[in-house]
């Protein structure tokens, strides 16, 4: 069973570089998709992107403009930058995989919350 | 975008109820759905997939039906676990979208 660990600051300063590392462990990193979703405080869930493990990425075309979805998979985790980023992306940033074949997503890291704020 | 209106948005049920929570998409989604449950402070957990099949492990009065737009979450039978707040997505096309969630609470 793969588990998923979301890891990074938890307080980014407006029009700075939000950065979070997913490590993967249970399975090998080349079996899935690997994905971001995001939830703000009291609200719905947002799909960032993902990555599969060749490197072929695909964006939220809302977010597109300002994310970037790298794996590693020497280290076994992938890794999500949010650039200029503003108090609307103050929420919990969750990992989560989907397989090929099968886009919804069947596990999740427990979350990490990141406010952004000066 | 493909955009997911769950109705309601809040539900008060006993244990013991059966309840149906409805999810419609904007445009047909040809089964592409998956419900999720939430509970305060855990990451979403999958139930369902393909609208109707149940993710392993799901106790099966967790069940899902429709077609076309409109999609269906019945809970046959609430236990006291149940009382979380559940979300639809589609994926059918990219972005995958999800609905706003329906919060269900104990009456």
């Known amino acids: 069973q793969v588990q998923l660990q979301e890891s990074g600051p938890g307080l980014v300063k407006p029009s700075e570089t939000l950065s979070l590392t997913c490590t993967v462990s249970?399975?090998?990193?080349?079996?899935?998709?690997w994905n971001w979703i995001r939830q703000p405080p009291g609200k719905g869930l947002e799909w960032i992107g993902n990555i599969f493990y060749s490197g072929t990425t695909d964006y939220n075309p809302s977010l597109k403009s300002r994310v970037t979805i790298l794996v590693d998979t020497s280290k076994n985790e992938f890794s999500l930058t949010l650039r200029s980023v503003t108090a609307a992306d103050t929420a919990v940033y969750y990992c989560a995989t989907s397989r090929v074949g099968a886009p919804y997503f069947d596990c999740w890291g427990q979350g990490t919350p990141v406010t952004v704020s000066s | 975008d493909i955009q997911m209106t769950q109705s309601p948005s809040s539900l008060s049920a006993s244990v013991g109820d059966r309840v149906t929570i409805t999810c419609r998409a904007s445009?047909?989604?040809?089964?592409?759905l998956a419900w999720y449950q939430q509970k305060p402070g855990k990451a979403p957990k999958l139930l369902l997939y393909?609208?109707?099949r149940l993710q392993s492990g799901v106790p099966s009065r967790f069940t899902g039906s429709g077609s076309g737009a409109d999609y269906t979450l019945t809970i046959s039978s609430l236990q006291p676990e149940d009382f979380a707040t559940y979300y639809c997505?589609?994926?059918?096309?990219?972005?995958?979208?999800f609905g706003q969630g329906t919060r269900l609470e104990i009456k």
């Open positions: 997505q589609h994926y059918y096309t990219p972005p995958r979208t």
């Open positions: 445009q047909g989604i040809s089964n592409s």
């Open positions: 393909a609208a109707s």
């Open positions: 249970g399975d090998s990193i080349n079996n899935y998709y």
